[in-house]
């Protein structure tokens, strides 16, 4: 009964580095979608999958990338991680009005 | 305007106490509307919808004012473990984005 896993949880990046968080779900959803969630502010979607192969930018899509090769994997790539990076991230799936997320990766670029 | 905007708090009340807390958002076409909880370090999850008539689930009733682009969430007889963060979320049938989350309120139950 996993729903949506997330890992790592936690981790700490220096400058420059590159990194993926691995989103998987096994409730065969085609949408999903990566956020990220800083102090005082809502949940901004970075990009999201409609279904395997395709994929689209959202609301703060710069400095990651997504692949959609399968409809259970959605992994975030951050290409070169910069301290305004640091934040937590979400992983979520989605069926009609109903958003499933997964439990958080706390990243800190430093 | 932002999209969704709400009073970030945080609410101090004591158990047992009533508190209700704002909403308004500025897409006009968002067709659902959602409270959900969020607790220190954790995911959101889905409190309750909030229907066009206003409902009530418990203890949490839930009201919508279209013609304002005005949501509430009222919490009476509160409980400590009340105290989370509660984000106000309207949902339209974009494709793409369709969940527009808000800031958050935060509330402390206090003994």
């Known amino acids: 009964n996993a729903g949506v896993t997330q890992t790592p949880k936690f981790q700490v990046l220096k400058t420059g580095q590159s990194m993926t968080l691995q989103c998987a779900q096994d409730?065969?959803?085609?949408?999903m979608s990566w956020y990220r969630q800083d102090p005082g502010m809502g949940l901004r979607l970075i990009h999201y999958?409609?279904?395997?192969?395709?994929?689209d930018q959202g609301e703060v899509p710069n400095g990651y990338n997504v692949s959609r090769s399968t409809t259970e994997d959605f992994p975030l790539r951050l290409l070169s991680a910069a301290p305004s990076q640091t934040s937590v991230y979400f992983c979520?799936?989605?069926?009609?009005?109903?958003?499933?997320f997964g439990e958080g990766s706390w990243l800190t670029v430093v | 305007r932002k999209e969704v905007e709400q009073d970030p708090g945080p609410f101090n009340v004591p158990e047992g106490a009533t508190v209700a807390f704002n909403c308004t958002y500025s897409?006009?076409?968002?067709?659902?509307f959602f409270w959900y909880r969020q607790d220190c370090r954790k995911e959101p999850k889905l409190l309750m919808s909030v229907y066009s008539s206003g409902n009530e689930d418990g203890r949490f009733t839930a009201q919508l004012n279209r013609a304002s682009q005005y949501i509430s969430l009222l919490i009476r007889d509160s409980k400590l473990s009340d105290s989370a963060t509660y984000l106000c979320v309207p949902f339209s049938d974009n494709y793409g984005q369709n969940f527009v989350f808000g800031p958050g309120t935060r509330l402390s139950v206090l003994p």
């Open positions: 979520a799936t989605q069926q009609g009005t109903t958003i499933y």
């Open positions: 409730m065969n959803h085609e949408y």
């Open positions: 999958s409609v279904g395997a192969g395709i994929t």
């Open positions: 897409n006009s076409a968002s067709q659902s």
